[in-house]
């Protein structure tokens, strides 16, 4: 069984950074691609980045293009979120989740990732 653990959530003001982690159990860490989703209250779960297994490969949903990063550690089986010039329309939980081996199709789609984290709050308000 996966676990992923997010963790660096919290309230900043716009403009602000934060960076968030995500840890994930188990010793084949480094074979999966992952990705980072998040939900606003009212709303579907949208994605936001995603990173292939070796990291050489990235993916960004436009509204976040430019302002976060997304980078992992397969040493430390963790995969980071740098969120910069953070909006209050990026508040939301934020959620790591596993790519399945063999997927196919966009990054993007929930679909296409068999764990996820318990999510992490993230509030930009000034």
């Known amino acids: 069984q996966v676990q992923l653990v997010e963790s660096g959530g919290g309230l900043v003001q716009p403009g602000g950074s934060l960076r968030l982690s995500c840890a994930a159990s188990?010793?084949?860490?480094?074979?999966?691609?992952m990705g980072w989703f998040r939900q606003a209250p009212g709303k579907e779960r949208e994605f936001v980045t995603a990173i292939r297994s070796s990291g050489g490969t990235t993916y960004y949903a436009d509204p976040v293009k430019g302002r976060f990063t997304i980078s992992r550690d397969n040493a430390k089986n963790t995969v980071y979120l740098q969120m910069n010039s953070l909006k209050p329309e990026d508040t939301a939980v934020y959620y790591c989740a596993r790519r399945w081996r063999g997927a196919s199709g966009s990054y993007s789609l929930p679909s296409t990732y068999d764990y996820w984290g318990q999510g992490t709050q993230v509030t930009v308000s000034s």
């Open positions: 188990g010793r084949t860490f480094s074979s999966y691609a």
